[in-house]
């Protein structure tokens, strides 16, 4: 399993943007599923994008598309979710996820088996 950090999570206002950093301590990312899942006081745990970091192939939940846009750097060290035009709706704790996979990802919960600490986000006026 690996050891993942997210960071990057804070208070802003609605329309506002944010980047969320998924780091991997001493790991390059390659041939893995990175996911970014988030989870609101009182509901459940969703997945709302991730990348495959080997082919770079990504999906978005509906409520994040066109918003939010994945990536991962050159190293393959480091995983970002560019959060834009956020509105309350989107804050929660904001996990990042982890599986070895060849190709492809999901946003499934059980397909993933390393997770960060998780980062707060809120969206506030």
């Known amino acids: 399993q690996l050891h993942l950090v997210e960071s990057g999570g804070g208070l802003v206002q609605p329309g506002g943007s944010l980047r969320l950093s998924c780091a991997a301590s001493g790991y390059i990312l390659s041939y893995y599923a990175i996911a970014w899942f988030r989870q609101a006081p009182g509901k459940e745990r969703e997945g709302i994008s991730c990348i495959d970091t080997s082919g770079g192939s990504t999906k978005y939940a509906d409520s994040v598309k066109g918003r939010f846009t994945i990536s991962v750097d050159n190293a393959k060290t480091t995983v970002f979710l560019q959060m834009n035009s956020l509105t309350p709706e989107d804050t929660a704790v904001y996990y990042c996820?982890?599986?070895?996979?060849?190709?492809?990802?999901?946003?499934?919960?059980?397909?993933?088996?390393?997770w960060g600490q998780g980062t707060q986000v809120t969206v506030s006026s």
């Open positions: 996820a982890a599986e070895v996979r060849w190709s492809g990802c999901l946003l499934s919960l059980d397909d993933y088996d390393s």
